[in-house]
């Protein structure tokens, strides 16, 4: 019972990562080409996971399996731990025969997302942390260090600059008025996410994902590299190109892409190459609708595709390391700033304050 209400309330505690979903593929796909029945394998799998969810998970789709479902069916009634990709791959898998080769290129495919999700939040780790570093150390400064400074120059009548001034009174609403400060701030917090969670909100910040600089580059070319590696998994293993389009569109967390694809799928689906469409979407660049011509014209656009992944993640991982080698002194210079400031407006008028006594 508390852990269906914590699965409702709060799904965020109870969620798979995709390191272990792309655990469960490679095991299963180790396995099966080791010769070992798929339920045994789900089984084995289940009682070596560590996550309560998983073991479930793995519990229900032995059960399903044993009552003669076929394993698509059985774990496309799990969306949280297996995506429509995962599902539609592996029918396609159990219709060709390849079912293992299948799951090996879902762990591949699941272990390159998670391993460009971590390469991009390592990068922005830093620079967080000392922002959040310096939040923290402002707002002790001005609640518990600014009102006995502010003593001191009182009692001696010193002569402050402006900044102190500012500084002086911004700390005295702080200490007088913080619940209104933590008011605001939830209040701004909550706001921003229910404005995200509208359509125009989401709008907005899906085009701000692709239009920021250096961070905005990064993104569009970590989503080219999924639509082309996950195309390209789809079509190697059968899918339709029209159903592939579709479900590539629903794996990618953006809407601006989701009905790109979408629009590219409903023409492919009247008799259009898959390359006018994306040639006329400007969201989608050159290069994507070039290499989309020559897998229409060698007839191995999964192939194609692929080249296209590969080429997409070697390019984002070089600008990943560039962001973060100009981070490190962009975030050096910040803090000299601050420091400079602090300098200015509290140590300045206490040096000449202890000068003149």
Do not use: C
């Not at 009634?77 to 080769?101: C, N, T, W, Y």
């Not at 969201?283 to 290499?291: A, D, L, R, Y």
């Not at 060698?298 to 070089?318: I, P, R």
């Not at 300098?343 to 202890?354: D, K, R």
């Amino acid at each position: 019972m508390a852990r269906s209400l914590v699965q409702q309330y709060l799904p965020f505690l109870t969620n798979v990562s995709i390191r272990d979903k792309a655990f469960v593929a490679r095991q299963l796909a180790t396995m099966l080409e080791s010769g070992i029945p798929l339920a045994q394998s789900v089984s084995i799998i289940g009682v070596q996971a560590s996550n309560d969810i998983m073991q479930e998970t793995m519990a229900a789709i032995v059960h399903d399996l044993e009552h003669g479902l076929n394993f698509s069916t059985a774990i496309g009634k799990h969306p949280r731990l297996f995506s429509r990709v995962f599902v539609s791959a592996v029918r396609a898998g159990e219709a060709s025969g390849r079912l293992d080769s299948v799951l090996g290129e879902l762990a591949s495919q699941l272990e390159k997302d998670t391993d460009a999700t971590s390469k991009i939040k390592g990068a922005l780790m830093y620079p967080a942390f000392i922002f959040g570093a310096m939040i923290v150390t402002v707002v002790i400064m001005m609640v518990k260090i600014v009102p006995q400074l502010e003593s001191v120059f009182m009692e001696n009548n010193a002569q402050l600059p402006f900044t102190t001034t500012v500084i002086m009174s911004l700390s005295r609403s702080m200490v007088a008025y913080w619940w209104i400060y933590l008011i605001a701030v939830s209040f701004t917090v909550w706001g921003l996410g229910f404005y995200l969670k509208t359509d125009s909100g989401r709008e907005h910040w899906n085009t701000l994902k692709i239009r920021m600089p250096i961070i905005g580059t990064i993104n569009k070319g970590n989503y080219m590299a999924r639509f082309a590696r996950t195309l390209s998994m789809l079509i190697a293993s059968g899918v339709p190109i029209i159903e592939s389009l579709k479900i590539v569109a629903d794996s990618i967390d953006n809407d601006i892409y989701r009905e790109g694809l979408l629009r590219v799928a409903y023409d492919v689906s009247r008799g259009v190459p898959i390359s006018v469409p994306l040639q006329r979407d400007k969201n989608f660049p050159m290069i994507v609708s070039q290499m989309a011509i020559v897998g229409e014209q060698t007839g191995k656009m999964d192939e194609v595709f692929s080249k296209l992944a590969h080429y997409y993640e070697g390019q984002t991982e070089d600008k990943i390391k560039g962001m973060a080698s100009l981070l490190e002194p962009a975030v050096l210079v910040v803090i000299g700033l601050g420091a400079a400031f602090v300098v200015f407006a509290i140590i300045m008028p206490l040096y000449n304050l202890t000068s003149v006594m």
